[in-house]
Antibody, heavy 120, light 110 residues
Framework: QLQLQESGPGLVKPSETLSLTCTVS??????????WGWIRQPPGKGLEWIGT???????YYKPSLKSRVAISVDTSKNQVSLRLRSVTAADTAVFYC????????????WGQGTLVTVSS | QSALTQPRSVSGSPGQSVTVSCTGT?????????VSWYQQHPGKAPKLMIY???KRPSGVPDRFSGSKSGNTASLTISGLQAEDEADYYC??????????FGGGTKLTVL
């Protein structure tokens, strides 16, 4: 059974860089049939797509976040990483990683999510 | 790239049917049959309920159905049960390798 687990600091200071890792087990992120995405959800608010990556290195970002976001993969560790620069309180959210089939039509497996708070 | 528009809340009594709408544009919902729906209970990760407008993943009850007309997609839940009370989000491919979620709808089972 595929499992995704997000990890990283739960507290980040304003203007610093938020870094999270998604460790995938029960399947390989190098499977060309899948993409991997990051989604966030501010407390009490809705879901927001952040970006998507294929193990080959192709990356796609939400236009409004593109200047601050970087998503990468480490195939040796079966991990997908997210970096969000110059964070503010508005970036406080639960961050989820999820799998997107190559059909690009849905996120079919999700991690449990991790809360990141931006505060000094 | 604006969020898809969903009603903030809907409600229904056990056994009844409810429909949640998701309105986009001719660039996202109207352009592709790549609309999916997610159920999210408090404190939990979203769960895929419908994909490709009307397909159900294995294990999702057939009480859940989806449809689309023009720029608006809909999720219908028939035979409402208490455990259906949750937030529901639509999601669509928006072209040029971008995707967009709806703002979410809170379903209350009365």
């Amino acid at each position: 059974q595929l499992q995704l687990q997000e990890s990283g600091p739960g507290l980040v200071k304003p203007s610093e860089t938020l870094s999270l890792t998604c460790t995938v087990s029960g399947g390989s992120i190098s499977n060309s049939n899948y993409y991997w995405g990051w989604i966030r959800q501010p407390p009490g608010k809705g879901l927001e797509w952040i970006g998507t990556i294929h193990y080959s290195g192709s990356t796609y970002y939400k236009p409004s976040l593109k200047s601050r976001v970087a998503i990468s993969v480490d195939t040796s560790k079966n991990q997908v990483s997210l970096r969000l620069r110059s964070v503010t309180a508005a970036d406080t959210a639960v961050f989820y990683c999820a799998r997107l089939p190559a059909s690009m039509d849905r996120f079919d497996y999700w991690g449990q999510g991790t809360l990141v708070t931006v505060s000094s | 790239q604006s969020a898809l528009t969903q009603p903030r809340s809907v409600s229904g009594s056990p056994g009844q049917s409810v429909t949640v709408s998701c309105t986009g544009t001719s660039s996202d919902v109207g352009a592709y049959n790549y609309v999916s729906w997610y159920q999210q209970h408090p404190g939990k990760a979203p769960k895929l309920m419908i994909y490709d407008v009307s397909k159900r993943p294995s294990g999702v009850p057939d009480r859940f159905s989806g449809s689309k007309s023009g720029n608006t997609a809909s999720l219908t839940i028939s035979g409402l049960q208490a455990e259906d009370e949750a937030d529901y989000y639509c999601f669509s491919y928006a072209g040029s390798y971008t995707w967009v979620f709806g703002g979410g709808t809170k379903l209350t089972v009365l």
